[in-house]
């Protein structure tokens, strides 16, 4: 099995604590630990992309990866808690 980064770590951090349905049936159907993969290699991609593109706007490095963690960060790790989705 294939370790997860800090992404993927804290992206299970995240899911258990505010994801459990999420994650109990993840775990039911052995996806887990294949969709935490799946969320950090997604935000590695998009951070990398974004990264380059802040930097070519002036940005420094460091300024360029603060501010695409910013805005990475909620599409596949820190999702919104299951009492904040639409319809629950």
Avoid: C, N
Avoid at 40 to 59: F, N, Y
Avoid at 73 to 82: A, D, G, N, S, V
């Amino acid at each position: 099995m294939t370790p997860l980064t800090q992404y993927g770590r804290m992206a299970e951090r995240h899911w258990r604590e505010f994801l459990p349905r999420r994650v109990t049936e993840l775990e039911a159907t052995g996806q887990l630990h294949e969709m935490l993969l799946y969320a950090e290699e997604q935000t590695k991609d998009e951070m990398d992309q974004l990264v380059r593109q802040l930097i070519q706007q002036g940005q420094t490095a460091q300024q360029a990866h603060d501010s695409a963690w910013e805005i990475v960060r909620e599409h596949f790790i820190l999702l919104q808690p299951e009492s904040e989705q639409a319809g629950t």
